[in-house]
């Protein structure tokens, strides 16, 4: 009598978590927010064929948060500069933002370093599926011949070992991804962040992937995995990025996924530093910054590359072919006021930021 109590409970448990509907804010990414990652608000558009950077084979994309100022600072003052003196091209990938007050901050940082690309999509932890397509599609339409780098802000980079892998691996036609590889049951407790009920996934478990805080795609699996990213028939689009971007896509691309040289977290080892390519989840800014000195064996900061210097960009975008893209810095883009009324069609949330927007740059407009 017990054990058939115990299993009613169970199966009530399981019922509820099964039926419960997700919180307003989480849901399966829809067709027309896959389209915007057609729009790029704040653009970086010759990068990868500026001649600085005509020897290099690669392109680094480091994912952050609008809000991550401190964080991008911390970057540029360690791994960075390293990464500056092999003349490797290298952009922060952001979202946008409603706050007026962070946008004019990002607008300076952006006129300090020339090192942004802001993307339409709101900028959100739920949205991190939105920033990955969109960086690799970005890579794949502007750097379509270097291999893509993604890497988190936290996380700890070797870029001698990350060419010299590629340099090993670069004529090998097999379509593989490399990261740290995992596996994941679908968490089906409705307080979980990671929360999936059936009628989204039914599946215990997700398919193979790489843990989200970096990976590296080869050149030529650039465009295979674009094309499945935003493809109809790729679904679920969960907001859950890792598993969606490099699970459920390459699943449907065929595309191998190899653990290679990625370690995670907070491994504060100078022999791991020397030994891989990547060590993830390093810490936020001061404990950032303890990591680096622990890896490094230094005391002090590593010295800012003398060749840190802002990038002179120009030219049309051949990213959208409507010419609705921004493709110079938005603060000083006279066709603002055009491009936001041609907008009329987004949600509510993405129409507040480009008022937002169109009242910051028309009050520092200088075309």
């Not at 011949?145 to 936290?154: I, Q």
């Amino acid at each position: 009598m017990f054990n058939r109590i115990l299993i009613l409970i169970w199966l009530i448990i399981r019922i509820q978590q099964n039926s419960a509907v997700l919180p307003s804010y989480v849901h399966v990414h829809t067709p027309a927010e896959i389209m915007e990652i057609n729009y790029v608000v704040l653009h970086q558009l010759s990068l990868c064929e500026d001649s600085q950077y005509a020897a290099s084979q690669l392109f680094i994309a480091i994912k952050s948060a609008v809000n991550n100022l401190n964080q991008r600072q911390l970057v540029r003052q360690t791994w960075l500069p390293e990464v500056i003196r092999y003349r490797i091209p290298y952009v922060f990938m952001l979202g946008s933002t409603n706050d007026e007050e962070l946008l004019e901050k990002l607008l300076a940082e952006n006129r300090n370093y020339h090192d942004l690309i802001i993307g339409k999509f709101v900028d959100d932890y739920y949205n991190l599926t939105l920033k990955s397509i969109f960086t690799v599609t970005w890579a794949s339409v502007h750097c379509s011949s270097r291999w893509l780098l993604y890497v988190d802000d936290d996380a700890i980079i070797n870029i001698r070992n990350i060419i010299r892998f590629y340099n090993n691996k670069k004529d090998v036609l097999n379509l593989n991804i490399f990261c740290k590889k995992g596996v994941r049951q679908v968490h089906r407790e409705i307080q979980s962040k990671w929360y999936i009920p059936q009628s989204v996934w039914l599946e215990e478990r997700f398919p193979e992937f790489c843990y989200g805080w970096s990976y590296l795609i080869p050149s030529d699996v650039l465009s295979v995995l674009s094309s499945a990213l935003i493809s109809n028939t790729t679904t679920p689009k969960l907001w859950l990025e890792d598993v969606f971007v490099t699970g459920i896509a390459t699943k449907a691309a065929n595309i191998k996924i190899v653990s290679a040289g990625f370690v995670c977290c907070q491994v504060r080892s100078t022999r791991l530093f020397k030994e891989n390519m990547v060590l993830g989840q390093m810490g936020k800014d001061k404990e950032f910054l303890e990591s680096w000195k622990a890896v490094q064996k230094k005391s002090a900061l590593a010295k800012k590359s003398e060749s840190h210097h802002p990038v002179i960009r120009s030219g049309g975008s051949i990213f959208q072919k409507k010419g609705l893209l921004m493709s110079r810095p938005i603060e000083n883009h006279a066709r603002l006021r055009n491009f936001i009324q041609s907008m009329n069609g987004m949600n509510s949330r993405n129409r507040a930021y480009f008022w937002i927007l169109k009242k910051v740059a028309l009050k520092s407009r200088s075309v």
